[in-house]
């Protein structure tokens, strides 16, 4: 009844909210994934998506299309390898930022490594710009994490703002230095948020260093200050900071996958596993269900 190619397109869709975006990762006309939603939706006999000239947002039966749409194209992927006798071997270095310690990339992994038990999945996770060093050394695969500004390299995941958050009872004083909690260097939220506090002219001092977002959660819940973090990733227990603490903008994140130099033993397990990261893209937004259940 729904024709993969066109959940593919749906997927992609619904991760980027732009039809032109879509159209990039897949190497399709944008014409041709308007086609694929349209005829989707005429085969649901539902709107997926409500848009207009300025933005494309998930309809309620669009969100129930995504979970829907992410199983049969799995188990299609799963009939496919099985009946082609098609079955991916050896050693993937897959490198992970921080940022996703509490979402569902667990459920990610442990869904490739069902469908792909010889492949000797080693997972690193570090600070992204650690992962971009270890990906240029030769000692990563595949990387999923932020990119800085700049950087042009990777497939956009997804784009998010960045916002400032801390403990509901912190209060800043608009005379002191703000308290940052913050990434040791290399990290691109760390300098992205010195950044923005330079150029807007305001003082600030570190209140806690870690290399654990752990560490940074257990800091600002305790009230010790304030830290830059993605929108859609907001950990339980903190919350935006109000704007009228006068703190600047912090613009937008790109979370992108980075394929590191080709190995030949590793090439298809790193496509296989990107592929099934762009696939489950939506449930990188979200807390795992024990984080939301706190």
């Not at 993969?4 to 014409?31: C, E, I, K, Y």
């Not at 079955?87 to 921080?98: C, I, N, T, V």
Request: a positive charge; hydrophobic letters at 40%; one cysteine or more.
């Amino acid at each position: 009844m729904y024709d993969p190619s066109h959940l593919r397109t749906f997927l992609s869709v619904a991760q980027t909210l732009s039809f032109t975006q879509a159209a990039r990762r897949l190497g399709l006309r944008q014409s041709t994934v308007s086609q694929h939603v349209r005829r989707l939706e005429d085969a649901t006999g539902r709107q997926l998506f409500s848009r207009d000239t300025h933005s494309v947002e998930l309809t309620e039966d669009g969100e129930a299309m995504l979970g829907f749409a992410r199983r049969i194209l799995e188990v299609n992927e799963q009939a496919t390898a099985f009946f082609t006798g098609t079955r991916l071997r050896g050693r993937l270095r897959f490198g992970a930022s921080e940022d996703f310690v509490l979402t569902r990339l667990p459920e990610i992994l442990e869904g490739f490594r069902h469908d792909h038990p010889e492949v000797d999945l080693e997972l690193t996770v570090e600070l992204s710009g650690t992962l971009h060093e270890q990906l240029a050394a030769g000692k990563l695969d595949l990387v999923l994490a932020k990119r800085r500004p700049e950087d042009p390299r990777g497939e956009r995941v997804w784009s998010d703002r960045l916002v400032w958050i801390g403990a509901p009872r912190l209060r800043l004083e608009p005379d002191r230095p703000v308290p940052l909690i913050v990434y040791p260097p290399p990290g691109i939220t760390r300098a992205l948020a010195l950044d923005a506090l330079q150029r807007q002219g305001r003082a600030w001092h570190v209140a806690c260093t870690s290399g654990s977002l752990n560490g940074l959660i257990a800091a600002a819940r305790a009230g010790l200050g304030v830290m830059a973090h993605s929108r859609g990733l907001v950990p339980p227990g903190l919350v935006r900071v109000p704007d009228r603490a006068g703190l600047p903008e912090l613009g937008r994140v790109d979370f992108v996958l980075v394929h590191g130099r080709r190995r030949p033993s590793a090439q298809g397990a790193a496509d296989a596993l990107a592929a099934a990261v762009l696939a489950g893209g939506d449930r990188l937004h979200r807390l795992s269900a024990r984080d939301s259940d706190r």
